[in-house]
């Protein structure tokens, strides 16, 4: 009889202990409102948080956004922090892949989520190298993002660009001589600049519409009267001319960010102008080009 009580005594603190075991070895869930949930966590993926219910193992499967949680700890001791910050579809194209939960094991367990860069809206950038149809210059712009993705951005360059007027000049009875003046010429641009798969990342492709306007001197070529007789009776002649131009151009970048701040530009652009004159005189449709080095900060 003793000997019967004492295994109905084992097999019940074992039972009780068994159950306080189970009730112990659980996943915890502890979101922000301060709820703790205890349970079996199944996936983990780039916005939601599937588990069992402790209390109901065999039940449906429960989700809670990530939005809504602190931290989960799992029951081998190791845990996942999630950030303060709300998550949008942006976060989710950087994310780790859904990861699946099997019995008590976590592929990434332990491991915080990777850390996404906040690209800022904003940029400011120089060029300093910079080539268009009217000479070697350098450059200014800005930009600014709109949207999570930064899909689309107001793309505004300015560009200050130098040439020689090396041609020769003729003088009669004086022969030739070279001419060494020279001419600025300041372009200002502004349309949409549009990237494909958005800008928030290390190295994007972009396309921009932009409509430009040109305006400083540039080289004219001219025949003058010659009044001697024993030359010809007109002869050439070259000069810097007023030049205002206007156009349109699609302008082809690469965009590399290096880390959150830093930025490095390659552009390349190609058009013809609208109005196209010299001294107030239209002139022919003129092609329109610009290659650019860019550095930039980004905030």
Same mark, same amino acid.
């Given at each position: 009889?003793?000997?019967?009580?004492?295994?109905? +005594?084992?097999?019940?603190?074992?039972?009780?202990?068994?159950?306080?075991?189970?009730?112990?070895?659980?996943?915890?869930?502890?979101?922000?409102?301060? !709820? /703790? /949930? &205890?349970?079996?966590? $199944?996936?983990?993926?780039?916005?939601?948080?599937?588990?069992?219910?402790?209390?109901?193992?065999?039940?449906?499967?429960?989700?809670?956004?990530?939005?809504?949680?602190?931290?989960?700890?799992? &029951?081998?001791?190791?845990?996942?922090? #999630?950030? !303060?910050?709300?998550?949008?579809?942006? !976060?989710?194209?950087?994310?780790?892949?859904?990861?699946?939960?099997?019995?008590?094991?976590?592929?990434?367990?332990?491991?915080?989520?990777?850390?996404?860069?906040?690209?800022?809206?904003?940029?400011?950038?120089?060029?300093?190298?910079?080539?268009?149809?009217?000479?070697?210059?350098?450059?200014?712009?800005?930009?600014?993002? #709109?949207?999570?993705?930064?899909?689309?951005?107001l793309y505004i360059p300015v560009t200050l660009s130098f040439g020689d007027m090396n041609g020769d000049?003729?003088?009669?009875?004086?022969?030739?001589?070279?001419?060494?003046?020279?001419?600025?010429?300041?372009?200002?641009?502004?349309?949409?600049?549009?990237?494909?798969?958005?800008? $928030?990342?290390?190295?994007?492709?972009?396309?921009?519409?932009?409509?430009?306007?040109? +305006?400083?001197?540039?080289?004219?070529?001219?025949?003058?009267?010659?009044?001697?007789?024993?030359?010809?009776?007109?002869?050439?002649?070259?000069?810097?001319?007023?030049?205002?131009? #206007?156009?349109?151009?699609?302008?082809?970048?690469?965009?590399?960010?290096?880390?959150?701040?830093?930025?490095?530009?390659?552009?390349?652009?190609?058009?013809?102008?609208?109005?196209?004159?010299?001294?107030?005189?239209?002139?022919?449709?003129? &092609?329109?080009?610009?290659?650019?080095?860019?550095l930039g900060y980004r905030f």
């Amino acid at each position: 009889m003793s000997a019967s009580m004492n295994l109905k +005594t084992l097999f019940l603190g074992a039972t009780a202990l068994a159950f306080a075991t189970n009730g112990i070895a659980q996943d915890r869930i502890y979101k922000k409102n301060g !709820d /703790v /949930v &205890e349970g079996k966590v $199944k996936v983990v993926d780039g916005r939601n948080v599937t588990y069992k219910r402790a209390d109901n193992a065999k039940g449906p499967d429960y989700t809670v956004n990530k939005n809504d949680i602190e931290r989960v700890e799992y &029951e081998n001791g190791t845990e996942d922090v #999630f950030s !303060d910050r709300k998550r949008s579809r942006d !976060d989710e194209d950087d994310d780790m892949e859904g990861r699946e939960v099997r019995g008590h094991n976590h592929r990434e367990h332990g491991k915080k989520e990777r850390k996404k860069i906040n690209y800022g809206a904003d940029l400011i950038t120089l060029s300093p190298a910079n080539v268009t149809e009217n000479g070697f210059g350098i450059g200014l712009g800005y930009e600014h993002n #709109f949207g999570k993705r930064g899909t689309v951005s107001l793309y505004i360059p300015v560009t200050l660009s130098f040439g020689d007027m090396n041609g020769d000049m003729y003088y009669p009875g004086s022969g030739s001589s070279n001419n060494w003046d020279t001419y600025t010429n300041v372009a200002f641009s502004i349309g949409p600049k549009i990237y494909p798969g958005g800008s $928030k990342g290390k190295v994007k492709y972009a396309i921009a519409p932009v409509l430009t306007l040109v +305006t400083g001197e540039r080289p004219y070529d001219y025949y003058a009267y010659s009044p001697y007789p024993y030359y010809s009776s007109y002869y050439p002649m070259r000069t810097n001319a007023q030049n205002f131009q #206007f156009g349109g151009m699609i302008i082809n970048s690469l965009n590399m960010n290096p880390s959150k701040h830093l930025y490095i530009g390659l552009e390349l652009g190609w058009g013809f102008t609208f109005v196209n004159t010299l001294d107030n005189m239209d002139q022919d449709t003129r &092609e329109m080009a610009q290659f650019a080095f860019k550095l930039g900060y980004r905030f």
